[in-house]
């Protein structure tokens, strides 16, 4: 067992990355613990959780969902329903956050517009086998207008106190970044293999998962209380 964890983070080296996170967000907690984003150190945690789960489905055949042999590696399911909760999560956030009474309505036709787009997908694609990267691009998208939205909001703002002790706005840096390039390599994978491959977007994938959570730790750590919106 002590092996398998090791290998575990040796390939995997974002699984032990969300659990250090959790544990500077939890020993942070004081910072933001009343505001909206006093639940995303649950978040994370099952954000650490689910890949911990999808790699025993993956390489272990204790925890594999289909008796066929050859889907009893596929662990997509885990990771349609982390995206739902994800995106809907986030859409929260920014819903609460944001002042302007237009803007909360924007966020509320993308959250129902998004949701639409999950379950077309559903009967378009199969959740048990395939990511719903379509529907995940719309998401996305939506997710990164929203960010920007939020960036609009805090530049009219009379500036009070520093940006970068706000711990929003390095997570808004992290999603927006991320979220640039995560459905495409997605959409690459499943469309266009032969790119995904020879161009080894997993790595790249890889790469921007540690710069997102790498900006949430300096948020975590920058961030006062008094200048969180």
């Known amino acids: 067992m002590v092996q398998e964890f090791l290998k575990l983070f040796e390939e995997y080296y974002t699984i032990p990355l969300y659990l250090f996170t959790w544990i500077i967000a939890v020993v942070r907690y004081r910072t933001y613990f009343d505001t909206v ?26 925890f594999q969902f289909f008796a066929e042999e050859h889907y009893s590696w596929h662990n997509v399911i885990i990771y349609n329903i982390y995206s739902i909760v994800s995106f809907l999560f986030f859409y929260y956030i920014y819903w609460t956050i ?22 077309i997908s559903m009967f378009l694609q199969d959740p048990f086998h395939s990511n719903l990267y379509y529907a995940d691009l719309a998401a996305s998208i939506f997710l990164l207008i929203i960010i920007g939205l939020y960036f609009k909001e805090k530049r009219e703002e009379p500036k009070t106190y520093p940006m970068t002790q706000n711990l929003l706005f390095w997570i808004s840096v992290g999603l927006f970044i991320f979220h640039l390039f995560f459905p495409f390599i997605f959409l690459a994978a499943y469309e266009a ?15 921007l998962i ?20």
Do not use: D
């Open 210 to 229: 540690v710069l997102m959570y790498t900006l949430f730790i300096v948020g975590f750590l920058a961030g006062k209380r008094k200048a969180f919106r």
């Open 37 to 62: 984003l006093k639940y995303f150190p649950i978040f994370i945690i099952y954000t650490f959780f689910t890949e911990l789960l999808g790699y025993f489905v993956k390489h272990s055949n204790e």
């Open 193 to 207: 293999p032969g790119f995904y491959a020879e161009y080894r977007l997993h790595k790249l994938l890889m790469v």
């Open 98 to 119: 944001l002042k302007s009474v237009q803007y909360k309505k924007w966020v509320t036709y993308a959250t129902a517009t998004a949701l639409l787009g999950y379950v």
